[in-house]
């Protein structure tokens, strides 16, 4: 093997690591944390509709399973449902009415998915940021192809 052959093979190496120890895991990272924020703002949904559901049914009193944790659930009766507790963030519950609780989830799933947002056009940085490096990869390797056949 020649010098060149030798640096061009630690440039390969040295690509390679960037993308594998540092391109793919920041991927990997961005894409769990938006799936994160796509399920908080589908419980978001999920509670504005069941918010929309109370209010149209203009019931006394409610009647519902509630998860106790670890999958076990209890009856539970709310004996005015007018106002209802809701997760604010850092396990903070504040008690709402249905129509400032309509507004926060309204506001909350605006708020998640711009942040989703955000982590979506990272994501796709990176996969560029991969790709170059990949085409870089390459180019080295038709260089030293080049080199090798005789002329």
Do not use: W
């Amino acid at each position: 093997m020649s010098g060149s052959d030798i640096k061009s093979q630690e440039k390969l190496e040295r690509y390679h690591s960037l993308i594998e120890e540092k391109l793919k895991r920041t991927l990997q990272r961005l894409v769990y944390a938006r799936e994160h924020l796509y399920k908080e703002r589908s419980e978001y949904i999920q509670l504005r509709n069941n918010i929309k559901a109370i209010q149209e049914s203009k019931l006394e009193k409610l009647k519902s399973l509630v998860n106790l944790g670890s999958e076990f659930y209890a009856q539970a009766v709310a004996p005015e449902p007018s106002r209802i507790f809701v997760d604010v963030g850092l396990t903070l519950h504040v008690e709402l009415t249905l129509d400032e609780a309509m507004e926060f989830c309204r506001k909350r799933e605006k708020h998640l998915k711009e942040k989703a947002d955000t982590l979506s056009k990272r994501a796709a940085n990176i996969r560029a940021n991969i790709k170059l490096v990949y085409d870089a990869m390459a180019e080295i390797m038709l260089e030293q192809e080049s080199f090798k056949q005789p002329s």
